[in-house]
C-alpha cells in the first residue's frame, strides 16, 4: 500500500480559478515533503520543500501548507493559467533514510 | 547548459532483447537514480548510486542492470528477464546521497515493448 496518498486523482478547471490538491502521508518519522509538477511526457520539477517545522511555503501562484501532526499537505494554485496542465506530486522522505516515498500525482487539466 | 539528458527519448523493443538507455549529467552530483513510473502509481526506484563504481538494488530492481563507471553516466540495461518492460523510466542526480538533498530529474525514456 503507497504510504502516500493523493487526492484527486485528476480535476478540472477553468483558466483563472483556483484549485487545492491533498496529499496524506504515512511515512515516518518525517524529515521534508516535496511538490513536483511534472509536465506530460517530462521529467519532474520541485516547486517547493518543507521540513516538519515550516507550516506554509510558496513559490509563486504556488503556495504549499503542511501539517506534520495530521500528516497531511495540500497544494494551492491560485489564478491558473494553462501552462498550470499537468501532474503534480508529492514526495516524502524520511528521516533517516535518503530514498523518496512517491504519491501517485494529481492530472490538473486547465481549460480556456 | 547544466542539467541531465536521457536517451533516447522513445525507444522499442522486440520480446527478448536487452536495451539500454543512458542517463548523463554535468551538475557535478556524486548520486544518480533509475525510477520508473507507470499509469496511477508513484514512482518506484530500480537501482541507485551514491559513488562511481558502486550501486544499490531499490525496490524493484529485478530484470535491470546498471554500471556506474563514470561520475556523469548511469546506464540502466532493460533485460529480457523484466516481463513487464513498458514504462516511462527517469533517470535523477543529487548533490550527495542526504536524505534533504534535492534529485533533479531528465526528461525521461518512453520504452514499449512490441
Known amino acids: 500500500k503507497n504510504q502516500v496518498e493523493q487526492s484527486p486523482q485528476s480535476l478540472i478547471i477553468l483558466e483563472g480559478k483556483n484549485c487545492t490538491l491533498q496529499c496524506n502521508y504515512t511515512v515516518s518519522p518525517f524529515s521534508n515533503l516535496r511538490w513536483y509538477k511534472q509536465d506530460t511526457g517530462r521529467g519532474p520539477v520541485s516547486l517547493t520543500i518543507?521540513?516538519?517545522?515550516?507550516n506554509t511555503k510558496s513559490n509563486g501562484r504556488y503556495t504549499a501548507t503542511l501539517d506534520a501532526d495530521t500528516k497531511q499537505s495540500s497544494l494551492h494554485i491560485t489564478a491558473s493559467q494553462l501552462s498550470d496542465s499537468a501532474s503534480y506530486i508529492c514526495?516524502?522522505?524520511?528521516?533517516?533514510?535518503?530514498?523518496?516515498?512517491f504519491g501517485a500525482g494529481t492530472t490538473v487539466t486547465v481549460r480556456a | 547548459d547544466g542539467g541531465i539528458t536521457q536517451s533516447p527519448k522513445y525507444l522499442f523493443r522486440k520480446e527478448g532483447q536487452n536495451v539500454t538507455l543512458s542517463c548523463e549529467q554535468n551538475l557535478n552530483h556524486d548520486a544518480m537514480y533509475w525510477y520508473r513510473q507507470d499509469p496511477g502509481q508513484g514512482l518506484r526506484l530500480i537501482y541507485y548510486s551514491q559513488i562511481v563504481n558502486d550501486f544499490q538494488k531499490g525496490d524493484i530492481a529485478e530484470g535491470y542492470s546498471v554500471s556506474r563507471e563514470k561520475k556523469e553516466s548511469f546506464p540502466l540495461t532493460v533485460t529480457s528477464a523484466q516481463k513487464n518492460p513498458t514504462a516511462f523510466y527517469l533517470c535523477a542526480s543529487s548533490i550527495g546521497g542526504r536524505r534533504y538533498n534535492e534529485q533533479f530529474f531528465g526528461p525521461g525514456t518512453r520504452l514499449t515493448v512490441l
Open positions: 518543507m521540513t516538519f517545522s515550516e
Open positions: 514526495v516524502v522522505t524520511l528521516l533517516n533514510d535518503y530514498k523518496l516515498s
